[in-house]
């Protein structure tokens, strides 16, 4: 009942909302390409992530282009669950900032002035909840997106994202109901599925639902953690194809550096590319690389010609971003970023982290509303990013400089003296790293590069499809640049033992291998037992080593960094992995020598499943 009463309060608030926006500025509701040309037909999109597109981020990524082109970027909300959304203020105020508090004046989300063109995302299964969810923000956004893409585990608890693949009209349903009462468009983002056909249905049918824009994202829904695997872009230049050439079309997956967006767009003939890991990892990779020798401070270019932005100069971006605009004050006064060839008395300074056991040692203790009132402040979606944007934006450098990591790890919600102190970390060893890079000629670059990816460079394997080292040869640079993170491919991790496969997929592959060993059997005539003993041996094999292969069904987690406070989320964490390869114990007594050494080689089991990762 008090849900009820909540949604109905909502609701009413939406609705009053609505019309008084309405009643200021009422302008014509467009539709598909004419609303795409409308909000200047962005090329470059940050991609909606739960808990990490939130507004701070979305400005930083804009921040590496020329003002007079920060427009051109189009930014998504994080993901939002439409039901808890209309039913929590708290759940809004924490995750939605278009106002300041307690007052109409604008603020953060979806500014006119700073954050447009911005799409707010949302997950939902009940028409008339997303539409409530939906006119709550209209007024302060370009479009309403709708999650049909999310895999997680806690999407598939909760009904939503890709697990609503299999409910076309429920899909069907959502977007109409948005289409024909909203004032705004909406939009949504798809996966594929398993054949170019079921595909091209399931577009058609968003769009004949009421579409403006359609995301694909080229993986299937079971393409997550080990075996994400590389989108697939063929799938999405077959939907250009065959979809009316009005469909306005944007894609997603496989953009891992600047240059992998012209790439994209050329293969798929969308209108726009969608980066969300590529652009955790290094926020300006919507920016061209300055030519070779304009860069400014913050751009490193090496001996070899290659470069990127500095992580001190993102990190430095990010915290002044926080302190002007979600704080409202000026940043603190900074140094010129290092270059070899300045002055490095600073770097005798003595850095010391904020000693939050003891700092608020003889303060008078503050009233308990006043602390729930920072505390209520703190937990908002800027703040509750700030911890893992910056693990995964030095995922490279904490690597190697641990005091960082661990500091980082300690950093408490909305810190900022401890977030300052732990920038100064970083800026002095990345001085470090320049003035170590200068004085050995780039030898010290040479000496951090990892062995498994030098030698797979010098075997040919950056040649092979199934292989990730091409992208790690392309993609790295030295510990201070920013870079991506780069996964090992479906075959390389079950290879490897870092994955498993699900029961089911066990027992098909098994099933197959048997079958196929059966016919191959008879096709030889072999004698009748030892052709049992070899499928025994084969299927003791696929059922070994696939067993050591196994993570990905049940690699479904949701993380959350909060500090302090609640927040009013469901949170899935359903890990298991099992990353112990084992021993492979087989009776292959009446075999012979070539059933031996196929049975005790994996390789036929993974070239079976090549075409289905």
């Given at each position: ?32 390409r ?6 200047g037909s962005?090329k470059?999109?940050?991609?909606p992530?739960?808990?990490?597109s ?11 282009l ?11 909300s ?14 809004r ?11 109409d ?31 709550i ?31 076309q ?36 049918n ?6 403006s824009?359609l ?11 080990h075996?994400?695997g ?9 939907l ?6 009005e ?9 891992l550096?600047?240059?992998?967006l ?30 070779p ?5 913050g ?22 971003i926080?302190?002007?605009?979600v ?15 300045d ?6 300074e ?37 911890q ?30 401890t ?10 060893k ?42 790690v ?28 496969l699900?029961?089911?997929?066990r ?10 060993q ?19 041996a084969q299927?003791?094999?696929?059922e ?13 987690k949701?993380?959350?960094y ?21 021993d ?5 007594e ?9 049975a ?14």
């Open positions: 009942m008090a849900a009820d009463a909540a949604t109905q309060q909502a609701a009413a608030a939406a609705a009053t909302v609505t019309a008084t926006a309405t009643a200021a500025v009422k302008k014509p509701k467009l539709h598909g004419a609303f795409y040309e409308s909000i962005p470059y999109i940050v991609a992530m739960v808990d990490q939130e507004f701070a981020w979305r400005m930083l990524s804009r921040s590496f020329p003002e007079s082109q920060r427009s051109s970027v189009l930014a998504y994080p993901m939002l669950h439409a039901r808890i959304f209309i039913e929590s203020k708290k759940y105020d924490q995750h939605f900032q278009p106002t300041k508090p307690d007052s004046a604008l603020f953060l989300d979806g500014n006119p002035a700073i954050d447009r063109p911005f799409f707010v995302q949302f997950c939902a299964n009940d028409p008339q909840a997303l539409l409530n969810a939906a006119r923000v209209a007024p302060h956004c370009d479009a309403v997106d709708l999650n049909l893409g999310c895999p997680q585990g806690i999407a598939r608890k909760g009904h939503y994202g890709s697990f609503l693949q299999e409910d009209d429920l899909i069907h349903r959502l977007i109409k109901t948005l289409h024909e009462n909203l004032d705004i468009p909406v939009t949504a983002k798809i996966r594929i599925l398993d054949t170019k056909e079921a595909t091209l249905k399931y577009a058609q968003v769009l004949s639902a009421g579409a824009i995301t694909v994202h080229g993986r299937r829904r079971e393409q997550k953690g075996l994400t590389l989108a697939d872009w063929q799938m999405i230049r077959y250009r194809d065959n979809l009316p050439p469909t306005v079309l944007f894609a997603n997956g496989n953009i550096q600047h240059e992998d012209e790439k994209c767009l050329a293969a798929t003939g969308a209108d726009g590319v969608m980066s969300a890991e590529g652009n955790l990892s290094n926020p300006g990779i919507f920016a061209a690389p300055p030519p020798g304009q860069e400014p401070r751009y490193w270019r090496g001996r070899d010609g290659r470069g990127g932005w500095r992580v001190d100069e993102v990190f430095r971006r990010y915290l002044d926080i302190h002007k605009y704080l409202g004050v000026s940043p603190p006064p900074r140094r010129p970023l290092f270059v070899p060839g002055d490095t008395a600073w770097m005798e003595e850095i010391l982290l904020p000693n939050r056991g003891g700092r608020d040692q003889g303060k008078p203790k503050k009233r308990r509303g006043d602390a729930a009132e920072e505390n209520a402040a703190l937990m908002t979606a800027n703040f509750i990013g700030m893992p944007h910056l693990f995964y934006l030095l995922r490279h450098f904490v690597s190697r400089h641990h005091d960082v990591r661990d500091a980082l790890a300690r950093a408490r919600l909305g810190d900022m003296e977030y300052e102190a732990i920038y100064r970390m970083v800026e002095k990345v001085a470090e790293g320049l003035l170590e890079y200068e004085r050995t000629g780039g030898k010290s670059v040479e000496e951090d590069e990892p062995p498994p990816a030098a030698a797979a460079a010098e075997a040919g394997e950056d040649d092979d499809p199934e292989s990730s080292a091409r992208a040869r392309e993609c790295k640079r030295p510990w201070w640049v920013v870079q991506p993170v780069i996964r090992p491919l479906p075959k390389e991790a079950l290879a490897r033992g870092a994955v498993q699900s029961k089911k997929e027992k098909r592959v098994a099933a197959e291998m048997e079958e196929e059966k016919k191959e059997n008879a096709a030889n005539k072999r004698p009748k037992d030892a052709a049992a003993a070899a499928d025994g299927a003791a094999v696929a070994s080593v696939a067993a050591t292969a196994a993570a990905t069904q049940s690699l479904e949701t993380t959350s909060p500090a302090r406070g609640d927040i009013d989320l469901d949170i899935d964490l359903d890990l298991d992995l099992d990353l112990d390869m084992g492979l114990d087989l009776d292959l009446g075999v012979g020598d070539a059933e031996r050494r196929r005790a080689n994996p390789a036929s089991l993974l070239e079976r499943l090549g075409d289905r990762l």
